[in-house]
């Protein structure tokens, strides 16, 4: 990532972060990496990303994008792109009614055949509280025997996120919304340099599998037959048309009858024939 060898800006360029300086930007997101953002989130994008350019020694967009995004579109400055673009609001247990519905669905599994093995996905796994929040509530939920038929796999595009998600160190506004009788059982209280973070205990982090995955791609090499997927708050990245090709892919790697959870507050406009929708975030494939 060193500057040493940066040019100078053209005279001929646009007025240094601008917005028509930000428009190669906004044209590579959208053409090369495929994010799709709203305006205030663009905004967000902006001013994130000039402050790290600035750090770095640069002195526009646009010699950014000539210098860096364009020379090497799959390297370090594509990944910059992506780790600032995905907005990363997350928190454990978030919607706690999914996480209700998966304990019952796999308690139910597991008893009609105890001898499958269960896997849920994580797709879009953030800073790693989402898979955290899988597992404890199963660890919760199910006897050992039990647990230890569960599958648990996580993703994300963000190798910042995934980075994060692997390390399980979380802050006291990160824990906000688990009980303390959660906390004691499978968080560790930092110490030292560490007091005051919470860390998920080892048999926790175990059971989950991180994965460096583009959803936009078309094949991802997890399994196919996936009893759960959480995907939710990931499809506002996509266009329309993207979207519905999101469901469809996700909904091939479902076993029949395995169900997608999406974020309560997404609105879909469409979803495939292969899926029937249950709730406003539960859908089905058609076994």
């Known amino acids: 990532m060193a500057t040493s060898g940066m040019l100078p800006p053209s005279p001929n360029e646009p007025e240094p972060w601008s917005e028509k300086d930000f428009g190669p930007i906004v044209a590579f997101l ?3 990496i495929g994010i799709t953002l709203e305006t205030h989130r663009m905004g967000l994008l902006q001013a994130r990303l000039r402050s790290r350019l600035q750090t770095k020694g640069f002195q526009s967009f646009t010699q950014f994008h000539e210098q860096v995004l364009r020379i090497d579109p799959a390297g370090w400055g594509t990944q910059l792109l992506v780790d600032l673009s995905t907005v990363n609001h997350t928190s454990f247990f978030r919607e706690p009614a999914h996480f209700n519905f998966l304990c019952q669905q796999v308690g139910a599994w597991l008893k009609e055949a105890p001898g499958t093995t269960v896997r849920i996905w994580s797709a879009g796994c953030s800073s790693g509280q989402e898979p955290y929040s899988i597992a404890i509530a ?11 038929k ?3 796999w996580a993703s994300d595009l963000s190798l910042e996120m995934l980075k994060a998600a692997a390390g399980a160190i979380y802050t006291q506004r990160d824990v906000q919304g688990v009980s303390p009788s959660r906390l004691r059982r499978f968080f560790m209280l930092g110490r030292g340099p560490r007091e005051g973070s919470f860390k ?6 175990d059971l989950v599998k991180y994965r460096h995955i583009d959803l936009r791609q078309p094949t991802w090499a997890l399994p196919s037959d996936f009893h759960v997927i959480f995907c939710r708050n990931v499809s506002i990245y996509f266009s329309d048309e993207e979207r519905l090709v999101l469901l469809e892919r996700l909904s091939h790697h479902l076993r029949p009858g395995g169900w997608l959870i999406m974020g309560n507050g997404e609105i879909l406009p469409s979803v495939p024939a292969s899926l029937r929708k249950h709730s406003p975030s539960l859908y089905q494939r058609e076994a």
């Not at 199963?138 to 230890?148: K, W």
């Not at 998920?200 to 982090?205: A, D, H, K, Q, W």
């Open 30 to 32: 959208r053409h090369q």
């Open 150 to 152: 569960v599958e648990i």
């Open 200 to 205: 998920v205990v080892p048999e926790v982090r």
């Open 138 to 148: 199963l660890a919760e939920a199910l006897p050992p025997h039990g647990l230890a």
